[in-house]
């Protein structure tokens, strides 16, 4: 198995994972309505929880340990997709942008069930049922305030149009793509995207939502590369100050 | 002497701190418990990858081991037999429900759109005139309802298993 191109791969699901996990924690006590402060921390502690079990995993592969690698990195160390990084921002972003990430990774969990590296498909196994939770809540925001009122439906748009080309930086290729198909590794980015659109059709036909013609839009890339926005180092700064002050929390 | 029945036996004292009437060994976390090359083994699994509490049930695994004079053992915490809700035994599922928590659907029941959770069966009254709240509980296992009988939400230990 190439080592390199299986550690690439596992560092950018922790990374997207452990940055998004972050993101959603910044809801707590800030949400809407209780319901969506209670789910939007749920799913960030389990979102660190899976963080930690990539890390651990690539630990195991030699790496530095897990509180280390996620907390002592700068954010051009970083792989995770830009979109992960982006400030929450209203509500409405915030729904949006956990619709299409949680789309994406729902599906890139289930294709890991069938890795050759074992490790993996015995964590996807158990991610993926953590995960429908996350889908089912995702789906049921987009499909209600995407049909309600006049005013959410333009809200959830704006947002669509406004996350849409970060979304599909999830997508960015790899330098191992040949060689993480080749091995089984993993069925490439490509194969994802195609699920993905569909899945999120699926879904917005459903409403009364519009898909941006994805022709017509550039994919903001870079973040696989460890090329990031100015909003990825402040949130670094954060995460790692808790860590630096409580070494050994609870995270 | 003593046999993996025994010790499964002690182990049940040990319990899930965030529903202090279920036994680690009910709740289906104990996955193995054996004896090799002079050493016992005890495998763990969590019920969510991010259990907060996987930690603290390991130290009280430990804690009860060495009380009953186990000095050579090693408990592991692994993925190789994952939690799914239905290793819940029957005996923890009454006592979730003594507990004010409705126990999980069978797996078999769980449909891809988990429709399944919006009439979970009170655990008050037993009544199904219920509807799913929030997917998210006060804990990651735990998801929010509301009976339309007792006019009053309650929480479920969520389904959760892989296909
Ligand atoms: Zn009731």
């Given at each position: 198995?190439?080592?390199?191109?299986?550690?690439?791969?596992?560092?950018?699901?922790?990374?997207?994972?452990?940055?998004?996990?972050?993101?959603?924690?910044?809801w707590?006590g800030?949400?809407?309505?209780?319901e969506?402060?209670?789910?939007f921390?749920?799913?960030?502690?389990?979102?660190?929880?899976?963080?930690?079990a990539?890390?651990?995993?690539?630990?195991?592969?030699?790496?530095?340990?897990?509180?280390t690698?996620?907390?002592?990195?700068?954010?051009?160390q970083?792989?995770?997709?830009?979109l992960?990084e982006?400030?929450?921002?209203?509500?409405d972003?915030?729904?949006v942008?956990?619709?299409?990430?949680?789309?994406?990774?729902?599906?890139?969990?289930?294709?890991?069930?069938h890795?050759?590296?074992?490790?993996?498909?015995?964590?996807?196994?158990?991610?993926?049922?953590?995960?429908?939770?996350?889908?089912?809540?995702?789906?049921?925001?987009i499909?209600?305030?995407?049909?309600?009122?006049?005013?959410?439906i333009?809200?959830?748009?704006?947002?669509?149009?406004?996350?849409?080309?970060?979304?599909l930086?999830?997508?960015?290729?790899?330098?191992?793509?040949?060689?993480?198909?080749?091995?089984?590794?993993?069925?490439g980015?490509?194969?994802?995207?195609?699920?993905?659109?569909?899945?999120?059709?699926?879904?917005?036909?459903?409403?009364?939502?519009?898909?941006?013609?994805?022709?017509?839009?550039?994919?903001?890339?870079g973040?696989?590369?460890?090329?990031?926005s100015?909003?990825?180092?402040p949130l670094?700064?954060?995460?790692?100050?808790?860590?630096?002050?409580?070494?050994?929390?609870?995270? | 002497?003593?046999?993996s029945k025994?010790?499964?036996?002690?182990?049940?004292?040990?319990?899930?701190?965030?529903?202090p009437?279920?036994?680690?060994?009910?709740?289906?976390?104990?996955t193995?418990?054996?004896f090799?090359?002079?050493?016992?083994?005890?495998?763990?699994?969590?019920?969510?990858?991010?259990?907060?509490?996987?930690?603290?049930?390991?130290?009280?695994?430990?804690?009860?081991l060495?009380?009953?004079?186990?000095?050579?053992?090693?408990?592991?915490?692994?993925?190789?037999?994952t939690?799914?809700s239905?290793?819940?035994?029957?005996?923890?599922?009454l006592?979730?429900?003594?507990?004010?928590?409705?126990?999980?659907p069978?797996?078999?029941?769980?449909?891809?759109?988990?429709?399944?959770?919006?009439?979970?069966?009170?655990?008050?009254c037993?009544?199904?005139?219920?509807?799913?709240?929030?997917?998210?509980?006060?804990?990651?296992c735990?998801?929010?309802?509301?009976?339309?009988e007792?006019?009053?939400?309650?929480?479920?230990m969520k389904?959760?298993?892989?296909?």
């Amino acid at each position: 198995m190439n080592e390199q191109a299986l550690k690439e791969f596992l560092y950018k699901m922790a990374d997207d994972t452990l940055i998004i996990g972050h993101r959603n924690s910044e809801w707590t006590g800030m949400g809407p309505i209780l319901e969506e402060d209670i789910a939007f921390s749920s799913m960030a502690q389990d979102q660190i929880g899976q963080s930690l079990a990539l890390f651990t995993l690539l630990h195991q592969l030699g790496e530095q340990e897990p509180d280390t690698v996620a907390f002592m990195r700068n954010a051009n160390q970083f792989h995770n997709c830009i979109l992960t990084e982006l400030p929450n921002q209203e509500y409405d972003f915030s729904i949006v942008r956990h619709f299409l990430y949680t789309t994406s990774a729902t599906l890139r969990w289930d294709m890991c069930t069938h890795s050759s590296y074992e490790p993996l498909a015995q964590l996807a196994k158990k991610v993926k049922g953590e995960l429908r939770y996350h889908s089912l809540h995702a789906r049921t925001w987009i499909q209600q305030l995407g049909s309600a009122t006049e005013e959410s439906i333009s809200r959830l748009q704006r947002s669509l149009e406004l996350a849409m080309p970060y979304a599909l930086g999830i997508f960015e290729e790899s330098p191992f793509e040949k060689e993480l198909v080749a091995q089984h590794i993993f069925e490439g980015e490509k194969r994802l995207m195609e699920k993905w659109l569909s899945a999120i059709e699926e879904v917005l036909g459903k409403t009364q939502l519009v898909i941006p013609d994805l022709k017509l839009i550039q994919p903001v890339l870079g973040g696989r590369k460890g090329q990031h926005s100015e909003h990825l180092q402040p949130l670094l700064d954060e995460m790692s100050e808790v860590f630096r002050t409580e070494p050994g929390a609870e995270w | 002497m003593f046999d993996s029945k025994q010790i499964l036996e002690w182990l049940e004292e040990v319990k899930d701190p965030e529903i202090p009437v279920l036994s680690l060994v009910d709740l289906g976390v104990i996955t193995r418990v054996e004896f090799k090359e002079n050493k016992w083994f005890v495998d763990m699994t969590p019920t969510f990858v991010g259990c907060p509490a996987m930690d603290y049930m390991k130290q009280d695994v430990e804690r009860v081991l060495q009380e009953h004079g186990i000095k050579d053992f090693e408990v592991r915490v692994t993925l190789a037999d994952t939690w799914n809700s239905d290793k819940i035994s029957e005996k923890g599922r009454l006592a979730l429900k003594q507990f004010g928590l409705a126990p999980p659907p069978g797996l078999s029941t769980l449909i891809d759109d988990l429709s399944i959770l919006e009439h979970v069966a009170c655990p008050r009254c037993n009544g199904t005139h219920t509807e799913l709240r929030s997917p998210f509980g006060s804990t990651l296992c735990r998801s929010i309802h509301y009976c339309h009988e007792c006019k009053e939400a309650f929480e479920q230990m969520k389904p959760l298993g892989h296909d």
